[in-house]
């Protein structure tokens, strides 16, 4: 009598498919090769998931972040060994360091050739070691189902991040019986969702005992979609807040305690709000260096409160007065539970002061400098005709201006590359966000620079019925770069002028790959231009506008500068109105 308990055999391909299938697995970017063709069989005859045949595997990786970041979700990415999963570094380097989850899943020459320089050889679980969460490397087709399952449940759980699954060619072509874990076990990884109750109650007597309180939001409040309990915190305790670049829309713009972004680029409030505290409650946030300027005089008589889901950025960069590991959803809703109904006026004096910084330095920018398009100006009507869309950016001064004027209105529709700075990263990642969230507007804001990375995907977009829309700024240069260039090696520009006024012609690029191409060079033909591509909704366009390329971003910190030397014109510093209380 056959025994109807005993697994199905199946391939490791297949193996994989079906693993991929339960943790729920719906779309996947990648290009096949040798090593995982095994893989591809199985994949092209699922009706579950959709594969997206991208043009680069490092369009895969950061089209699986974009996917990660518009919706919660685990994005993933696939590639064969060698170059198509050195292709994927990039990608992982920067998932690694904004907190995204994806998983990549890589081919792998045959386990008998591992070591021998074998054809398409390279040890991508050694060379990403340092820029995943996790990374496993499995030579058995019985291994499969269990390392899918924990590869999603390491990215998505604590701290999210990229984890690597790489497989060898004889592991997905062999058969083994198919066992799915019903759990997941890891010993050792038990991240804390629950802080501590006493230091819930130390940070809430710092904050009775505070004068000059600040709530320093980090894009760990938007990866535990904590926005309701923050909203909540600000109305209960009345303290001023500034979001950084990965926290945008965290906290409505449009409260009157938001000071805006701080750091490098930061506002004059958010910036002498972190300066002139006396406590710092710092929310998901890592003290990064682009928020800090140096260290040494940052915040200088703030006390910290620091929660964080990961022990290891604790203590890290800043001494903490009170340490609090755990999910910052919980530990803001715990702080609401203890500080509700208390009577915290004594902050009335500092929030005058710094809306007052706030009213004194607004940023109105000029249509044009010189007869020319400002690009703050073109970025600041793409967000008004836009409202709430999704908004991708590439990095550079476009990013800056982008996180400054766009309108933060509603959490999660920000999506740009923080921690590594990703030239190239913002065509993949709309493409990744749009996949994702369909239904939604998504601009892409690139720059000239940016753009010629990894434009290519807008093929992918095209032949894949994803219709983003691309905005690109070109002022002719790598615009950040050549600020710097301006400010501190005086005025020679090596090598940071692309001459890309017609060359390659934006439009007719954008043409030349299924999409369409528009281009503005008044104030008069921004509006248009915008109108039109918000029309467009059955392929990809791109937008060209030709703007001054000298325009800076302020305000401006200058590397390894005091936040207090912080310039908001060049050779001008703000006038701090030293008297706060």
């Known amino acids: 009598m056959a025994d109807h308990h005993k697994p199905t055999e199946l391939t490791g391909a297949q193996a994989l498919v079906e693993s991929l299938e339960r943790v729920g697995v719906d779309v996947i970017f990648g290009i096949p090769g040798g090593a995982i063709l095994p893989a591809y069989d199985p994949l092209g005859q699922s009706t579950l998931l959709r594969h997206i045949l991208v043009r680069h595997e490092q369009g895969a990786a950061h089209a699986a972040e974009g996917y990660a970041m518009a ?144 709530l320093y939001v980090g894009g760990g409040v938007v990866k535990a979609e904590a926005y309701e309990e923050l909203a909540e915190l600000v109305k209960v305790t009345q303290i001023p807040v500034v979001t950084t670049l990965m926290a945008r829309g965290a906290l409505p713009d449009s409260n009157p305690l938001h000071m805006g972004m701080p750091g490098m680029h930061g506002t004059v409030a958010a910036v002498g709000a972190l300066q002139r505290s006396d406590l710092l409650i710092t929310l998901g946030a890592r003290f990064d260096d682009r928020v800090t300027g140096k260290l040494s005089s940052f915040a200088p008589e ?11 950025e604790i203590g890290k960069n800043r001494q903490v007065d009170v340490p609090i590991v755990g999910d910052v959803k919980l530990v803001i809703a715990e702080l609401n539970q203890v500080l509700r109904g208390e009577d915290l006026d004594g902050f009335a004096a ?36 836009s409202g709430d869309a999704i908004y991708a950016s590439g990095v550079g001064q476009h990013q800056m201006w982008a996180a400054q004027l766009l309108p933060f209105e509603k959490p999660g529709r920000w999506l740009n590359s923080g921690g590594a700075g990703t030239m190239g990263y913002c065509v993949p990642a709309a493409m990744g966000a749009k996949v994702g969230a369909p239904d939604e507007v ?78 503005a060079e008044t104030p008069e033909e921004v509006d248009e231009v915008i109108a039109k591509a918000l029309e467009i909704n059955d392929r990809p366009v791109v937008v060209e506008f030709v703007v001054h390329k000298d325009a800076m971003v302020w305000p401006m910190v200058a590397a390894g500068t005091s936040n207090d030397d912080i310039m908001i014109a060049k050779d001008l510093a703000p006038d701090w109105e030293e008297e706060i209380l």
């Open 71 to 214: 919706t919660g979700r685990v994005g993933v990415c696939m590639a064969t060994s060698g170059p198509g999963a050195t292709n994927l570094v990039t990608g992982l380097a920067d998932a690694m360091l904004d907190s995204v989850p994806i998983v990549a899943i890589t081919g792998q020459v045959s386990s008998a050739a591992i070591g021998t320089d074998a054809f398409q050889e390279a040890d991508i679980r050694g060379i990403t070691m340092p820029i995943t969460k996790h990374s496993f490397l499995i030579t058995r087709a019985e291994d499969i189902p269990g390392a899918i399952k924990a590869a999603f449940h390491i990215a998505a759980t604590g701290r999210p991040g990229p984890v690597l699954v790489d497989i060898s060619k004889d592991a997905l072509s062999s058969t083994a019986p198919f066992n799915w874990p019903p759990t997941v076990d890891l010993p050792g990884y038990k991240p804390t969702r629950t802080p501590h109750p006493r230091q819930i109650r130390e940070a809430a007597r710092l904050i009775r005992e505070s004068s000059r309180p600040v």
């Open 302 to 312: 703030a006390k910290v409160i620091h929660a964080d889901i990961d022990p290891a």
């Open 350 to 385: 500092w929030v005058t002061y710094l809306q007052a910084l706030k009213a004194k330095y607004v940023v109105e920018p000029e249509p044009t400098k010189e007869g020319i398009l400002s690009p703050e100006y073109v970025i600041k009507r793409l967000g008004q005709l």
């Open 442 to 519: 998504v601009w892409g804001i690139d720059g000239d620079g940016c753009f010629q990375m990894t434009n290519q995907e807008l093929v992918t977009c095209t032949l894949n019925d994803i219709p983003i829309k691309i905005a690109v700024i070109n002022n002719e240069s790598l615009g950040m770069v050549r600020q710097w260039q301006t400010l501190f090696y005086g005025e020679r520009y090596s090598n940071t002028d692309l001459k890309s006024r017609r060359v390659p012609d934006f439009p007719m690029l954008a043409e030349a790959m299924g999409a369409v191409g528009l281009r």
